[in-house]
């Protein structure tokens, strides 16, 4: 199960943003950012940020509000 701040990092991948952009989250910085989507790629069996995404949009994450794109 990702912790809440991965489910949040995977939800702003699936919307497209850059490490860079995430990175500029409060809290977050670009290399946090490559190291929580590595953890959550491994947790989710992927190896790119498009799987990972296209894994948000069908566990119907992207269908609440989330953190902003």
Do not use: W, Y
């Not at 490490?19 to 490559?34: D, F, K, R, Y």
């Not at 190291?35 to 296209?54: D, E, M, Y």
């Amino acid at each position: 199960m990702l912790t809440d701040r991965e489910t949040d990092v995977l939800l702003l991948i699936a919307r497209g943003r850059s490490n860079a952009e995430i990175g500029a989250e409060p809290g977050l910085s670009a290399p946090a950012v490559m190291s929580r989507a590595k953890r959550i790629f491994a947790h989710l069996g992927v190896t790119n940020r498009v799987q990972a995404a296209l894994h948000a949009h069908r566990a119907g994450l992207l269908d609440h509000d989330g953190p902003a794109p």
